[in-house]
């Protein structure tokens, strides 16, 4: 790849970049510069500042110090549109895509006249088929955003950039949401901008990714630069050591000792469709006490369904769900909870936490009956509870009083991780626990998650990241529009076999699949 | 039945259908516009009063009817511009402020028609607009009769509604509108000003509400009274959701209301009304709009940012 001559001209200046939000401070005097066609990381643990920093230097936020420049011009602070006009393109990690509006209404959104006639929509769409063609970013400009998987949304995200014939292109955690294939073909396309002349800065915590595609790497570490090098010229090990503060020891994860009594029994259970998924088809599961049953497969093909019902938020349409060798009378939360079902939900944002409530309120959120006396919440034993769980998990934040919404996402799920874990679950349900995670909380996450499987938790683990499933997991299944494939025991299958049953096709094969 | 099918019949029932439904047309697609853009308008009631004390008053002191017209526009993008600055920079509830604004639109509308005319007993009247035939359709056959007896601001509302449809449909502005209304992030992400969208959406969608209050007492009617939007406004809000916040349907959604209303009316001088209390004739359009609302509004679009305060840099 182009690389780190003295001949390539800088395009983006960064410099003293500062923003507090309330006490934490997210970014602290940075400072920071890209090269034109090189492709540089920003790579740093969750709360490290990557987000917030690009965030300031798309306009999104003004910084309460520092100057960005682009192309040798100040860009004004706290203007998207400053930065867009400047060159400057963001593919956000929350999609800023309106879903009911079209590809193209998306893409051709302000970049023309409010004051036009017409919105051209024909012209557009030819050009963002040419786009689309000469990047490699199919997707068809008249689909409505709303139908898109996620990887087609992340393309369409590019496209926006790339319309408006974006220099610099911003990429915030883009392979969070993608399978490994996507990401192969993400980083052809990346490569291929940066063969035209484009920069890139591309934000992840995954090290074997910044690796493979950066030129260049720049570690944030609690808002400040720790690090910053040459891709060619280090390793995983040292850049896992500045991103973290310190060597990492390597986890090794012992298998369960030997599979417990059947907890949880699903027989040819089928449920209605839940959120954006299908909903089951015939599931048979077995959650044993002391093993880690793993949900392998692509996000959105019944794995939202299979959570909803184990939590009880969800009852069988068809087929039986045995609790304890005997099928409840009824199926409800109340009754998820009461048989010791904790839930580490999916969107710890949305469906975790409360996010104007403070640490010492979304911690008692599950547990508040029993912190009351005389049917009043003792705030007293509430705070000495999430006072508890903050020092346990090393929940890193300024003070328990903290909204939920100011702290990042890892510490976010260290909170409720250890909301989960101190009510002492027979059964966890897990559902992308290390999703947009870094190195050292998603270690963090793991340990504890075998520390209550050794305890003797039956814990169900549902993610799309295969290194943490076959890593993790005493026995995996694969979930494919709604369908569960039969267990694999811990070394039986290879993420390649996996691989074949996330695309479907080893069902069609098999006589088991309904 | 022979009766209803009589009054379904005759060319002045649906002359009535049309009169009626245009202060509904105007105000249904002000709160449309308002909604598509994320901003929910409880301040039609009052905005719609406010429009039609505005434009009557700006007649009586001389100002001709289409300056009648353009001052009860200018009111309401007034009142629209105090709700939008109170709940899109500010992001107060939209609900609250718009329940606020319409009592003080309508109490700012008693209060200045009392300074006005301290003394009077019966309201001052004004000459009203006359009916506009439009060459061509009013010889048509069968609807002749019934366009020729339409008013210049009847022709307008109708004419705003495709140009509505137009702009949400076909411009630069109504994409941009329609994905405020969608999702913020997206605009502010594509350099557009989300604040400066929805207050002009709001403001313009309060104009057309001020209008529709206009047309009552510069057209149907030719003075001003206090009850006399009577409810159209929350009427409006209810069949934004009837048109499933399309313009096309929201006006069909309009006519349908307005011909209950005019068919119970006319069902009360009947001996059907001579045996019934006029009351449950009177109550009959809502119930029925109640029922369309029901049925229609499954499947509806609800903007996905609709009542959702945006605010920049939060997380």
């Given amino acids: 790849m182009t690389g780190q001559g003295a001949a390539t001209r800088e395009v983006l200046r960064l410099e003293g970049i500062t923003r507090a939000f309330g006490p934490v401070r997210a970014n602290d005097g940075i400072d920071f510069a890209l090269a034109e066609g090189e492709i540089v990381a920003l790579l740093g643990e969750n709360g490290a500042g990557k987000t917030t920093l690009m965030n300031i230097l798309f306009g999104h936020y003004a910084a309460d110090a520092g100057r960005v420049t682009v192309f040798g011009r100040p860009l004004p602070p706290g203007r998207p549109g400053a930065a867009l006009a400047a060159g400057v393109g963001m593919v956000h990690q929350h999609f800023t895509l309106a879903d009911h509006l079209t590809v193209a209404e998306n893409i051709v959104l302000g970049t023309v006249s409010l004051w036009r006639p017409g919105l051209g929509l024909a012209a557009a769409a030819a050009r963002i088929a040419t786009l689309a063609r000469d990047f490699g970013l199919a997707v068809d400009p008249a689909a409505r955003v709303g139908g898109l998987s996620v990887g087609e949304r992340q393309r369409v995200e590019i496209l926006k950039a790339l319309y408006r014939d974006a220099r610099i292109l911003i990429l915030d955690e883009p392979t969070a949401v993608l399978t490994p294939q996507e990401s192969e073909a993400l980083f052809a396309t990346l490569r291929r901008m940066v063969a035209r002349g484009l920069s890139i800065i591309f934000i992840s915590h995954k090290l074997k990714e910044v690796l493979a595609v950066a030129d260049r790497v720049v570690v944030l570490r609690q808002g400040r630069v720790a690090g910053a090098m040459a891709t060619a010229g280090t390793d995983r090990a040292r850049l896992a050591e500045l991103m973290v503060g310190a060597a990492l020891p390597e986890a090794r994860i012992a298998p369960a000792a030997a599979p417990g009594p059947a907890i949880l029994r699903l027989a040819a259970v089928s449920t209605a469709p839940a959120g954006a998924g299908p909903g089951l088809a015939g599931v048979d599961l077995v959650l044993r006490a002391g093993t880690i049953t793993a949900i392998a497969g692509v996000s959105g093909n019944g794995q939202a369904a299979l959570a909803a019902l184990v939590a009880g938020l969800a009852r069988p349409r068809a087929g039986r769900l045995v609790l304890d060798g005997a099928e409840p009378a009824s199926w409800g939360p109340r009754q998820a909870l009461a048989a010791g079902i904790g839930r580490i939900p999916e969107d710890r944002h ?110 169900l683990l549902v993610s799309e990241d295969l290194d943490e499933i076959l890593g993790l997991a005493d026995a995996v299944h694969v979930m494919s529009r709604g369908r569960l494939s039969p267990a694999f025991r811990r070394g039986q299958a290879s993420a390649a076999d996996l691989g074949l049953w996330m695309s479907g096709e080893a069902f069609a094969e098999e006589p088991h699949a309904a | 039945m022979a009766e209803i099918l009589d009054i379904l019949a005759s060319a002045t029932f649906w002359a009535a259908v049309i009169r009626i439904a245009t202060p509904l047309v105007l105000a249904t697609l002000g709160e449309l516009v308002c909604e598509r853009a994320g901003v929910l308008n409880l301040g039609i009631e009052g905005i719609m009063v406010a429009g039609a004390f505005a434009g009557w008053f700006a007649v009586w002191s001389g100002a001709g009817l289409w300056g009648g017209v353009a ?74 009769p019934v366009l020729m007896v339409q008013t210049p601001l009847t022709w307008a509302a109708f004419a705003t509604a495709a140009a509505v449809a137009l702009v949400l449909a076909r411009t630069p502005l109504g994409l941009a509108l329609r994905a405020a209304g969608e999702n913020p992030a997206a605009v502010e992400a594509q350099g557009l000003s989300v604040t400066g969208l929805r207050i002009g959406a709001v403001m313009a969608g309060s104009g057309l509400m001020a209008v529709g209050g206009a047309f009552l007492t510069l057209s149907a009617f030719n003075a001003f009274f206090f009850e006399m939007v009577n409810g159209r406004g929350w009427i409006a809000i209810a069949l934004v959701v009837f048109g499933a916040w399309a313009p096309g349907r929201a006006v069909l959604g309009a006519l349908l209301f307005a011909a209950f209303d005019a068919l119970q009316i006319r069902l009360q001088q009947t001996a059907l009304g001579a045996a019934l209390p006029y009351q449950i004739f009177l109550m009959a359009p809502f119930l029925l709009s109640i029922l369309a609302l029901v049925v229609m509004s499954r499947r509806a679009a609800v903007p996905a940012a609709l009542m959702v305060p945006y605010r920049r840099g939060e997380r």
Wanted: hydrophobic letters at 50%.
């Fill in chain 2, 71 to 144: 001052t009860a526009f200018a009111t309401g993008m007034a009142f629209g511009l105090l709700h939008a600055l109170l709940v899109v920079p500010l992001g107060l509830s939209q609900h609250v402020v718009g329940l606020g604004v319409t009592l003080l639109a309508t109490a700012a509308a008693s209060y200045t028609y009392r300074l006005a005319l301290p003394q009077v007993t019966s309201p001052p009247r004004i000459a009203p607009f006359e009916p506009l035939a439009l060459p061509g359709l009013a010889d048509l056959p069968l609807i002749g």
């Fill in chain 1, 350 to 459: 949305r469906e975790g936490a409360v996010a104007d409530f403070d640490l010492v309120e979304n911690a008692i959120l599950e547990r508040y009956p029993a912190l009351t006396r005389a049917g009043l919440l003792s705030w007293r034993a509430a705070r000495r509870w999430a006072g508890r769980i903050i020092a346990a998990y090393d929940v890193r934040t300024p003070s328990a009083a903290l909204p939920a919404r100011l702290l990042s996402g890892g510490n976010l799920q260290k909170l409720i991780l250890g909301r989960v874990l101190e009510a002492g679950p027979r059964i966890i349900l897990a559902c992308q626990p290390s999703r947009g995670l870094d190195v050292g909380a998603t270690a963090f996450v793991h340990g504890r998650l075998v520390a209550a499987r050794d305890g003797g938790a039956a814990v």
